[in-house]
């Protein structure tokens, strides 16, 4: 079985910011992406848990598969928009099977 070398960007947002990403991914013309709930978790201002206060808290998980130069312009774009909110950006090696699909 033959595998492909690309990068997998996930970007966690708060859910009132995904579709700004998502607009942001659109505009990069990203082949496809997933987003998905956060249950919880526990970060610099401690643990958190979704709807815990209320689901405008809710975190968001997208996650995009891209060649390196498309993921690192994406991650650029991320940087851009999300400077000023909480956000984790990040950037790492996969393998996929279809590489006609990334």
Do not use: N
Request: with cysteine.
């Amino acid at each position: 079985m033959e595998t492909h070398h690309r990068k997998k960007l996930d970007i966690i947002v708060e859910a009132p910011l995904q579709r700004r990403v998502v607009a942001l991914l659109e505009e990069q013309e990203v082949r496809g992406y997933t987003v998905m709930p956060c249950l919880a978790g526990k970060g610099a201002d401690g643990t958190w848990q979704q709807g815990e206060i209320s689901d405008a808290f809710s975190m968001r998980l997208i996650v995009v598969i891209a060649r390196e130069e498309a993921a690192r312009r994406i991650m650029e774009a991320a940087h851009e928009l999300l400077r000023d909110y909480s956000a984790i950006i990040t950037l790492s090696d996969v393998e996929v099977i279809r590489a006609d699909h990334f």
